[in-house]
Antibody, heavy 117, light 107 residues
Framework: VQQVESGGGLVQPGGSLRLSCGVS????????MSWVRQAPGKGLEWVSL???????YYADSVKGRFTISRDNSKNTVYLQMDSLRAEDTAVYYC????????????WGQGTLVIVSS | IVLSQSPGILSLSPGERATLSCRAS???????LAWYQQKPGQAPRLLIY???SRATDIPDRFSGSGSGTDFTLTISRLEPEDFAVYYC?????????FGQGTKVEIK
């Protein structure tokens, strides 16, 4: 069981970035998958969820700006981030839900997003 | 639901008992409360779910208890690898939320 995030980097305010989470050891279409972020030196914040059936759910702080999706053929989950703000600066983790509940039993190593001019 | 963890920092020696608290601003539905351990530069690791169920491969020195609004993570005897930051998380109500963390440091 492993998730590997990629796609982070430095982006200007108002810009866009797409994060990827490549999964091995399980299928994304059979699991709930979330993105959780952690600002530098701060705590954890749940960002977005994609259900096994494909429905999606977002934290209010990113609703309308971020879009979660997946490609079952690539066993990969994505996070499209638009209209980025300085407060979106964080390490973004891809995490698997266990038993279809809201806790996370497997995490990737994270990818750092820095929003700055 | 806002989760408040205390203390912010816990200074202890190896072999000592650690008691970490997590208090919720309202009752956590079905005691859907999890605990995670995070070491510097690493992703969080699931320790406890359902308030008291240990995750796979978690040593039995870690135990969780509590219900409603008050939850506790206990580490019975601290090992050197247990010094880290611990977060609680509620998943009984959306949006799922985390506490601000308790750092367990070597005294």
């Amino acid at each position: 069981v492993q998730q590997v995030e990629s796609g982070g980097g430095l982006v200007q305010p108002g810009g866009s970035l797409r994060l990827s989470c490549g999964v091995s050891g399980f299928t994304v279409s059979s699991n709930y998958m979330s993105w959780v972020r952690q600002a530098p030196g701060k705590g954890l914040e749940w960002v977005s969820l994609i259900f096994g059936g494909g429905d999606t759910y977002y934290a209010d702080s990113v609703k309308g700006r971020f879009t979660i999706s997946r490609d079952n053929s690539k066993n990969t989950v994505y996070l499209q981030m638009d209209s980025l703000r300085a407060e979106d600066t964080a390490v973004y983790y891809c995490a698997r839900h266990r038993y279809g509940l809201g806790f996370f039993d497997s995490w990737g190593q994270g990818t750092l997003v820095i929003v700055s001019s | 639901i806002v989760l408040s963890q205390s203390p912010g920092i816990l200074s202890l020696s190896p072999g000592e008992r650690a008691t970490l608290s997590c208090r919720a601003s309202q009752s956590v539905s079905s005691n859907y409360l999890a605990w995670y351990q995070q070491k510097p530069g690493q992703a969080p690791r699931l320790l406890i779910y359902g308030a008291s169920s240990r995750a796979t491969d978690i040593p039995d020195r870690f135990s969780g208890s509590g219900s409603g609004t008050d939850f506790t993570l206990t580490i019975s005897r601290l090992e050197p690898e247990d010094f880290a930051v611990y977060y609680c998380q509620q998943y009984g109500s959306s949006p799922w939320t985390f506490g601000q963390g308790t750092k367990v440091e070597i005294k």
